[in-house]
């Protein structure tokens, strides 16, 4: 069975500052796809990154930038120089995929951090 | 209109009433699906529908009744739920063919009396 781990329920800083979010997860199978979404007070989920098992480069952009560390199961989320419009809930996400490397779309989530940025 | 529309935002129902959430997406998707968010708990999948065709049901009770009449929109009908029913009802699309990368909408947050 998959699952996603994250630890850390809620972070609070403040503007400017640099924050990590943690991820980790476990499965067994050996393709498998990575995400992370933000979800804001209105609700909706915004998606930020996928990430496929085989890609292990990390990826930036902008203040943004994602850790993925097949080694560990982990794939952690920084915040480079934090903004109060950063403040939400964020998600981290696994899918499984078939043996043709494509997802079946069911997403397993983690619990959420959420992230408050003070000014 | 632009991406994963979701009416009502919010909703109150009783025990014994029947209601009807509403999705509709605008990006062209043919796969389409309902998670459920409960406090402190992660997002749960209920139902995904490709090419309008359900083709995951994930224990849901049958109180929770999905309809897709066509790739666009996706419906939950709902009836005789019970208070832990309260809950944010998501609504995603993607392509069949990138059912990973799925779009979300605001959701609906249902309180059930």
């Known amino acids: 069975a998959q699952k996603v781990t994250q630890a850390q329920t809620e972070i609070s800083v403040v503007e400017k500052e640099d924050v990590t979010l943690d991820c980790v997860y476990e499965?067994?199978?050996?393709?498998?796809?990575l995400f992370w979404y933000k979800q804001p007070p209105s609700g909706e989920l915004v998606f930020l990154i996928r990430?496929?098992?085989?890609?292990?480069q990390n990826e930036i952009s902008g203040r943004y930038s994602w850790n993925f560390q097949k080694s560990t199961s982990s794939f952690n989320f920084t915040i480079t120089a934090s903004q109060v419009v950063d403040s939400a809930v964020y998600f981290c996400?696994?899918?499984?995929?078939?043996?043709?490397?494509?997802?079946?779309?069911?997403?397993?989530f983690g619990q959420g951090t959420i992230l408050t940025v003070h000014p | 209109e632009t991406g994963v529309t979701q009416t009502p935002r919010h909703l109150v129902m009783g025990m014994t009433n029947k209601k009807s959430l509403k999705c509709e997406q605008h990006l062209g998707h043919n796969a389409m699906y309902w998670y459920k968010q409960s406090a402190k708990k992660p997002l749960e999948l209920m139902f995904v529908y490709s090419l309008e065709e359900r083709v995951e049901n994930n224990s849901v009770p049958s109180r929770f009744s999905p309809e897709c009449p066509n790739s666009s929109h996706l419906f939950l009908h709902l009836h005789t739920l019970q208070p832990e029913d309260s809950a944010l009802y998501l609504c995603a699309s993607s392509q069949v063919v990138a059912p990973e990368t799925q779009y979300f909408g605001p959701g609906t947050r249902l309180l059930v009396l």
């Open positions: 499965t067994r199978d050996t393709t498998y796809y």
């Open positions: 990430r496929n098992s085989f890609d292990e």
């Open positions: 996400a696994l899918s499984e995929a078939n043996a043709g490397g494509t997802s079946y779309g069911k997403l397993t």
